[in-house]
């Protein structure tokens, strides 16, 4: 996790604070025995459970680690299932899962930026599976929003169907065929081929109706959501 650095001040407080923790120093004594084989001391002291560092039970050290994987300006107020990835890499302790639940949840600025996405419902109209990676992509645009300093108004969003996995490109309003073709070799066809199909509200998808173009409006919706936070998270610097 790039945004919360491993510091040499950083560590020295946890192996202090690992020593006040009463059932860390009972693994302490486990792994002196040898008992203990997922938990290790590494060379600067520090108990570490399969490689990751071993948070010790201070509530305002745990604070900071959960405020900065979720704050930070790089995180962008990641919800409950990659803010656990993200911090499970370098940290863990007892109940991480949890904690980290209860923390987003109780998040003002994800509680005002995530909305209701649900729609009517309408007749199922079920898409066939891709077997290849971008092989079949869903595309879309997201409209209205500030002038860059190149002039991009619009973010053009390319999901891959199988992956889940998005692109997302900076255009300006009003781009023509033509040119969104030249984008799309230089963007996509460059680094995933030319896919069989391409699904677009534009084009497949019916009214009120996210099986047929889901994935790109679910992505959408999620950049949407992530593009709130920011503003609300500036808005209160």
């Known amino acids: 996790m790039g945004m919360l650095k491993l510091t040499n001040p950083f560590l020295e407080e946890i192996r202090k604070d690992q020593k006040t923790d009463k059932k860390l120093m009972e693994k302490l004594v486990h792994i002196n025995e040898g008992k203990k084989v997922d938990f290790k001391i590494d060379e600067s002291g520090i108990v570490r459970y399969r490689g990751r ?30 803010m656990y990835q993200d911090l499970k890499r370098i940290f863990w302790w007892p109940g991480m899962k949890r904690e980290i639940s ?9 509680q005002k930026s995530k909305i209701e996405h649900q729609k009517p419902s309408g007749l199922l109209q079920p898409l066939f599976v891709p077997e290849w990676k971008w092989d079949s992509v869903a595309m879309d645009f997201v409209g209205g929003l500030p002038r860059t300093a190149r002039g991009n108004e619009v973010i053009w969003v390319i999901v891959d169907r199988l992956t889940k996995s998005p692109h997302f490109i900076a ?28 699904l677009s509200d534009r084009d497949l998808s019916s009214a009120y109706h996210p099986q047929t173009d889901g994935q790109s409006e679910r992505t959408i919706q999620s950049l949407e959501d992530l593009l709130r936070a920011c503003v609300l998270e500036q808005g209160k610097m």
Do not use: N, W
């Open 171 to 198: 255009i300006k309003t009003g781009a023509l065929v033509p040119k969104l073709a030249e984008i799309y070799i230089e963007q996509i066809v460059r680094l995933h081929g030319i896919p069989s199909s391409i």
């Open 102 to 110: 209860e923390f987003v949840y109780a998040c003002l600025v994800c």
């Open 53 to 82: 560092v071993c948070v010790p039970d201070v509530p305002e050290l745990k604070r900071m680690i959960l405020e900065e994987g979720h704050r930070s300006g790089l995180s962008i107020h990641p919800g409950v299932t990659k």
